[in-house]
């Protein structure tokens, strides 16, 4: 059985940055893709950008498209989410989903504020 668990988050001034990591286990990394949702309080959660499993083909919302970035390392079995030029829009509970087959699995979440 998968388990993610993601870290990273934090409180942060509009404009700043902060990397998010996570750490998946249970499964080999190499054969799992992985996704970054969002949920703001009283919005619905949102996909925002995703990494596949073998050849690192990566996507993004709209919203994010420029400013956050989305890599692996295999090797640590982590993946990361930079986020850049952060917004107070950005301000939600961030999720890491894991993929494998027709199986989903979810990490517990953490929280990015972006206040000044």
């Known amino acids: 059985q998968l388990q993610l668990v993601e870290s990273g988050g934090g409180l942060v001034q509009p404009g700043g940055s902060l990397r998010l990591s996570c750490v998946v286990s249970?499964?080999?990394?190499?054969?799992?893709?992985v996704g970054w949702y969002r949920q703001a309080p009283g919005k619905e959660r949102e996909g925002i950008s995703c990494i596949s499993s073998k050849e690192n083909t990566t996507k993004y919302t709209s919203s994010v498209k420029g400013r956050f970035t989305i890599s692996r390392d295999n090797a640590k079995n982590t993946v990361y989410l930079q986020m850049n030029s952060l917004k107070p829009e950005d301000t939600a509970v961030y999720y890491c989903?894991?993929?494998?087959?027709?199986?989903?699995?979810w990490g517990q979440g953490t929280q990015v504020t972006v206040s000044s």
């Open positions: 989903k894991g993929v494998s087959g027709p199986y989903e699995y």
């Open positions: 249970g499964l080999t990394m190499d054969y799992i893709a």
